[in-house]
Nanobody
Framework: QVQLVESGGGLVQTGGSLRLSCAAS????????MGWFRQAPGKERKFVAA????????YYEDFVKGRFTISRDNAKNSVYLRMNSLKPEDTAAYYC????WGVGSWSAREYDYWGQGTQVTVSS
């Protein structure tokens, strides 16, 4: 079992920055990959970024490359998503997820546990 709790969302102006955090508990954090997804109202959940268990590899969806950075601190059982140059189209609920058996997939179906989400709203 893995429990995930996101934090750090909020309201920010276009061009601003936020740092999302996801605290994990339960299974040994350093043994599994992590991902971030987002979901806007009325739309499907979309992959944002993923990181391997060791943090040696990261993956990003094209629309966030160069603006978002995923990282993890295994000593703190946490994964982060640094978001810079935010745009109104980044507005969504952001979810962290644990991929117990893979390296961090783009597919939501590969993830085993999910957090409750944190809302990010970017005003124009």
């Amino acid at each position: 079992q893995v429990q995930l709790v996101e934090s750090g969302g909020g309201l920010v102006q276009t061009g601003g920055s936020l740092r999302l955090s996801c605290a994990a508990s339960g299974r040994t954090f350093s043994s599994y990959a992590m991902g971030w997804f987002r979901q806007a109202p009325g739309k499907e959940r979309k992959f944002v970024a993923a990181i391997t268990w060791s943090g040696d590899k990261t993956y990003y969806e094209d629309f966030v490359k160069g603006r978002f950075t995923i990282s993890r601190d295994n000593a703190k059982n946490s994964v982060y998503l640094r978001m810079n140059s935010l745009k109104p189209e980044d507005t969504a609920a952001y979810y962290c997820a644990a991929d117990l058996w893979g390296v961090g997939s783009w597919s939501a179906r590969e993830y085993d546990y999910w957090g409750q989400g944190t809302q990010v709203t970017v005003s124009s």
